[in-house]
């Protein structure tokens, strides 16, 4: 079992920065692919990031490439998500995922946090 809790959220405005956190707890959180997922409202879950185990692989929607970057620190239990040069665009409840198969899509992910909600005001 892995228990994840997602903090750092918060009102920004376009062009500002905000380092979103989720900190992990359970077994093996080191040997898990970690992602970042974010649902603006009535749209579906959609991902943003992910980062291998080892962090030797990370992985990124093109609307955030060269903007948001993911990290991890496994002896914290904790990965992180950078986001910088935010937009209006990137309102959105944002979800922290553990256990993937597969990184980018989120029914291949086994465990996720509560969410931590961003709005980014023009």
């Known amino acids: 079992q892995v228990q994840l809790v997602e903090s750092g959220g918060g009102l920004v405005q376009a062009g500002g920065s905000l380092r979103l956190s989720c900190a992990g707890s359970?077994?093996?959180?080191?040997?898990?692919?970690m992602g970042w997922f974010g649902q603006a409202p009535g749209k579906e879950r959609e991902f943003v990031a992910a980062i291998s185990w080892s962090s030797a692989n990370t992985y990124y929607a093109d609307s955030v490439k060269g903007r948001f970057t993911i990290s991890r620190d496994n002896a914290k239990n904790t990965v992180y998500l950078q986001m910088n040069s935010l937009k209006p665009e990137d309102t959105a409840v944002y979800y922290c995922?553990?256990?993937?198969?597969?990184?980018?899509?989120?029914?291949?992910?086994?465990?996720w946090g509560h969410g931590t909600q961003v709005t980014v005001s023009s």
């Open positions: 995922a553990a256990q993937s198969t597969y990184p980018t899509i989120a029914a291949r992910y086994g465990y």
């Open positions: 359970g077994r093996t959180f080191s040997r898990n692919t």
